[in-house]
Nanobody, 121 residues
Framework: QVQLVESGGGSVKPGGSLRLSCAAS????????MGWFRQAPGKEREGVAL???????SYADSVKGRFTISKDNAKNTLYLQMNSLKPEDTAVYYC???????????????WGQGTQVTVSS
């Protein structure tokens, strides 16, 4: 059974940093595309970043230059390094996994439970 478990969320002041982790199990981790999504109160879920099985990455315009997605295949863990955080980054962040097309479409099959990130002074 596929399991994705996020950690690393919390509260931080504007300009601060956080690193989210997503521990994966139950499937051939390295063969899937993985992504980070977020959902703010009253807003639709949006894609933040993805990393494909070959290591290629893609970012939403709103986080380019501030967030970095990476993965450690040996540890079956996905990361999201978030720097220069802004109040508008406040949301529940989810990791997800599936084939690239479904991650790009925002409909991956596997989801974590989410972790809250709050950016406030």
């Amino acid at each position: 059974q596929v399991q994705l478990v996020e950690s690393g969320g919390g509260s931080v002041k504007p300009g601060g940093s956080l690193r989210l982790s997503c521990a994966a199990s139950g499937y051939t981790y390295s063969s899937y595309c993985m992504g980070w999504f977020r959902q703010a109160p009253g807003k639709e879920r949006e894609g933040v970043a993805l990393i494909d099985s070959d290591g290629s990455t893609s970012y939403a315009d709103s986080v380019k230059g501030r967030f970095t997605i990476s993965k450690d295949n040996a540890k079956n863990t996905l990361y999201l390094q978030m720097n220069s955080l802004k109040p508008e980054d406040t949301a529940v962040y989810y990791c997800a996994a599936d084939q690239r097309a479904r991650v790009l479409a925002g409909t991956p099959k596997y989801w974590g439970q989410g972790t809250q990130v709050t950016v406030s002074s």
